[in-house]
């Protein structure tokens, strides 16, 4: 028979919060079972998360290096400065008194 144990234990096992635990189990990465309005855990379940490493998995780049064309891109790609000279602009002098 398999021994059970409640996400706070389970978050102390794992040494991560217990809000961890409980994403870990709505994603399907932890099984669990149910029971009222609290889940449960076997303990040997516990062991599927054992070797894992805390934090974000590297994305293939060195922390620092970015691509600061795709990011000026993204950020000045989206604003709409409108016309840059309003002085030569004929609709916005029309309401001015010059023709």
Not at 52 to 77: Q, Y
């Amino acid at each position: 028979m398999s021994i059970l144990v409640s996400t706070k234990e389970a978050s102390e096992k794992l040494n991560v919060s217990i809000r961890r635990v409980q994403v870990l189990i709505a994603t399907g990465r932890l099984p669990a079972e149910k029971i009222g309005n609290r889940f449960a855990i076997k303990q040997t379940d516990l062991l599927l998360l054992a070797g894992r490493k805390a934090g974000r998995p590297a994305n293939g780049r060195r922390s620092g290096e970015k691509d600061w064309n795709k990011i000026l891109d993204r950020v000045l790609g989206k604003h709409n400065f409108g016309p840059r000279d309003l002085a030569s602009n004929k609709k916005y002098l029309e309401g001015l008194g010059r023709a």
